[in-house]
């Protein structure tokens, strides 16, 4: 079965960075797109970040020039730095992978547990 294992959250302040990762374990041949979304308290789930296995990316406008998504195909893993914080950046952050291919379950796609970033001074 294929879990998608994120880590990097927790507690920043204003102007600060961090690093989200999420790691995609199982017998895994291959993984579409893999991206980022967001969700902060009494609002929907948005796109933060996406990146294709390719490496071609999209960002939300909200995060362009200061969020950079990458991903190691190797590894099945994918990351994103986050810059220049703001308070409005606070949110449960979900890692996203699209069309994972295994043996088992064919194509599928997978959603993280969640990993809270909290902006505040």
């Known amino acids: 079965q294929v879990q998608l294992v994120e880590s990097g959250g927790g507690l920043v302040q204003p102007g600060g960075s961090l690093r989200l990762s999420c790691a995609a374990s199982g017998t895994i041949f291959s993984i579409n797109d893999m991206g980022w979304y967001h969700q902060a308290p009494g609002k929907q789930r948005e796109l933060v970040a996406i990146?294709?296995?390719?490496?071609?990316?999209t960002y939300a406008d909200s995060v362009k020039g200061r969020f950079t998504i990458s991903r190691d195909n190797a590894k099945n893993t994918v990351y994103l730095q986050m810059s220049s914080l703001k308070a409005e950046d606070t949110a449960v952050y979900y890692c996203?992978?699209?069309?994972?291919?295994?043996?088992?379950?064919?194509?599928?796609?997978?959603w993280g547990q969640g990993t809270q970033v909290t902006v505040s001074s």
């Open positions: 990146i294709t296995s390719g490496g071609s990316t």
């Open positions: 996203y992978a699209e069309g994972v291919l295994t043996r088992l379950a064919g194509r599928r796609d997978y």
